[in-house]
T-cell receptor
Framework: DSGVTQTPKHLITATGQRVTLRCSPR?????VYWYQQSLDQGLQFLIQ???????AKGNILERFSAQQFPDLHSELNLSSLELGDSALYFC?????????????FGPGTRLTVL | GNSVTQMEGPVTLSEEAFLTINCTYT??????LFWYVQYPGEGLQLLLKATKADDKGSNKGFEATYRKETTSFHLEKGSVQVSDSAVYFCALRTFGNEKLTFGTGTRLTIIP
């Protein structure tokens, strides 16, 4: 158990819908990262927050947005869902943002868009 | 930019066989290198890491050496077990860019 929790574990929804994925980082970790794992794209970085502020953006679609709240939990919002958004979405957290700080991964949320 | 090229899978080995999973990288700046493992139905776990050239990361019998001259970080284990069956990801990070850049992953299956 990494200490990072993600809810829900599974999510099945229809095209055009909007969903929210939630992540609670390890106690004391200030940095949260979101990654998408899909069969065709592999594991890709989406976005990073540090202590409530957006710090880095990766290959995140405009239909997707995220935020980190004062209690440091984070939410990833996916809207106007398409079939291709079906993937495993991981959240990771780390204490700091330095080069060697380990990122601890949650168990993921599996999103299926029908 | 940063990229990681990883040995294509899947890889199937018999128990107690020697394992090598190749990983090479390109990076803008000086990277730290990682191997992550994903067991079925679980998230990624850090297996080992190395932060500078010639460092050797090791854990659970796995080893990888940071080779700057060949830009490689190959994963090895001398005698694999059935419990090592998982997907292995090579990854890197560079200073000022804390996101991890992953390889495509290698699915390893160990048969008794």
């Amino acid at each position: 158990d990494s200490g990072v929790t993600q809810t829900p574990k599974h999510l099945i929804t229809a095209t055009g819908q909007r969903v929210t994925l939630r992540c609670s980082p390890r106690s004391g970790d200030l940095s949260v990262y979101w990654y998408q794992q899909s069969l065709d794209q592999g594991l890709q970085f989406l976005i990073q927050y540090y202590n409530g502020e957006e710090r880095a953006k990766g290959n995140i679609l405009e239909r997707f947005s995220a935020q980190q709240f004062p209690d440091l939990h984070s939410e990833l919002n996916l809207s106007s869902l398409e079939l291709g958004d079906s993937a495993l979405y991981f959240c990771a957290s780390s204490v700091e943002v330095d080069l060697v700080a380990e990122q601890f991964f949650g168990p993921g949320t599996r999103l299926t868009v029908l | 930019g940063n990229s990681v090229t990883q040995m294509e899978g899947p890889v199937t080995l018999s128990e107690e066989a020697f394992l090598t999973i190749n990983c090479t990288y390109t990076a803008t700046g000086y990277p730290s290198l990682f191997w992550y493992v994903q067991y079925p139905g679980e998230g990624l776990q850090l297996l080992l890491k190395a932060t500078k050239a010639d460092d050797k990361g090791s854990n659970k019998g796995f080893e990888a050496t940071y080779r700057k001259e060949t830009t490689s970080f190959h994963l090895e284990k001398g005698s694999v077990q059935v419990s090592d069956s998982a997907v292995y990801f090579c990854a890197l990070r560079t200073f000022g860019n804390e996101k991890l850049t992953f390889g495509t992953g290698t699915r390893l299956t160990i048969i008794p």
